[in-house]
């Protein structure tokens, strides 16, 4: 299973942008990425996923260099609300068994 | 669409008692997943299913765990006999499935179990 590296916490201001990074050097070649978002007392909600390169859409941009060792998802301009833990998540082109959520990043955004 | 249901949405029981908890996915959604969050082992797969069939269980944690889903609506997860142990916070989640590489899963609000 392709393991996931990254920060157990990070903090920010609103409207900064801010990028997590995710560490995935085992990443097989039908692996894809996939980003979630969990506030407290809910269940994660998805954000974006890609395979290569870069995927934008209305919430977040995902960068993946080339050799797909990692990957940033980036937030742009943050408010409070995006306070909440972030998981990358690799893997799923075998099947979902291969899709594991880690600890995840826990995001704080501060006034 | 409602989204994922799952009810109860908190559960608390006695060691030893039966806990079921129940699931229905989103329509037309092929594959169900049940997961468990604790603070100490984070958010994990239980097991899930395609077209009703249970794909891979490996992540049931032993056999007082028990999952089932008898059409393509309704899922079940058993505990029998619960204990302390199974406290934590079991999600259920849908997906519509791997084609075109969408594995998007969506997620319910989750049950709350306390055994104590």
């Known amino acids: 299973l392709a393991k996931t590296t990254q920060p157990i916490s990070m903090d920010s201001y609103e409207g900064q942008e801010v990028n997590i990074t995710c560490s995935h050097n085992n990443i097989a070649t039908n692996d894809y990425i996939t980003w979630y978002q969990q506030f407290p007392s809910q269940g994660p909600r998805f954000i974006i996923q890609g395979y290569k390169t870069k995927v934008t859409n209305e919430v977040a941009s995902l960068f993946i260099p080339a050799d797909r060792k990692s990957s940033t998802l980036s937030l742009p301009r943050v408010s409070l609300s995006d306070t909440a833990v972030y998981y990358c998540l690799v893997g799923a082109g075998s099947g979902y068994s291969t899709l594991t959520f880690g600890k995840g990043t826990m995001l704080l955004v501060s006034p | 669409d409602a989204g994922v249901i799952q009810s109860p949405r908190h559960e608390v029981t006695e060691m030893g008692q039966e806990v079921t908890l129940r699931c229905k996915p989103i329509s037309g959604h092929d594959y169900l997943f049940w997961y468990r969050q604790t603070m100490m082992r984070g958010l994990e797969l239980l097991i899930y299913f395609n077209n009703n069939v249970p794909i891979d269980d490996s992540g049931m944690p032993e056999d007082r765990f028990s999952a089932k889903m008898p059409n393509a609506s309704f899922s079940t997860l058993k505990i029998q006999p619960s204990e302390p142990r199974d406290s934590a916070v079991y999600f259920c989640?849908?997906?519509?499935?791997?084609?075109?590489?969408?594995?998007?899963?969506?997620f319910g609000p989750g049950t709350r179990l306390t055994v104590t």
């Open positions: 989640a849908s997906s519509l499935g791997g084609t075109s590489g969408d594995y998007e899963q969506y």
